[in-house]
Nanobody
Framework: QVQLVESGGGLVQAGGSLTLSCAASGTIFSIRTVGWYRQAPGRQRELVAS???????NYADSVKGRFTISRDNAKNTMYLQMNSLKREDTAVYYC?????????WGKGTPVTISS
């Protein structure tokens, strides 16, 4: 059974940084496309960033140049380094993993940016 557990969310001031982690189990992590979505209050869930097994990354325009997604296959863990945070980055962040076309999700970790 695939399980994803996020950590690292919290409250940070605008302009600050935060790193999210997501540990995966129950899957061959190294061959999966993984990534992060977020959902702000009253808004739809949106893709933040993804990374393929080959290390190809994709970012939402709103986070390009500020966020960096990475993975450590030896630790079955993905990361989202978030810099220059803005109030509009406030959301619940969810990690996901694509296994043969089926998406698995973590329970989410809240990120709140204060002014």
């Amino acid at each position: 059974q695939v399980q994803l557990v996020e950590s690292g969310g919290g409250l940070v001031q605008a302009g600050g940084s935060l790193t999210l982690s997501c540990a995966a189990s129950g899957t061959i992590f190294s061959i999966r496309t993984v990534g992060w979505y977020r959902q702000a209050p009253g808004r739809q869930r949106e893709l933040v960033a993804s990374i393929t097994r080959a290390g190809i990354t994709n970012y939402a325009d709103s986070v390009k140049g500020r966020f960096t997604i990475s993975r450590d296959n030896a630790k079955n863990t993905m990361y989202l380094q978030m810099n220059s945070l803005k109030r509009e980055d406030t959301a619940v962040y969810y990690c996901y993993l694509d296994q043969l076309g089926v998406a698995y999700w973590g329970k989410g970790t809240p990120v709140t940016i204060s002014s």
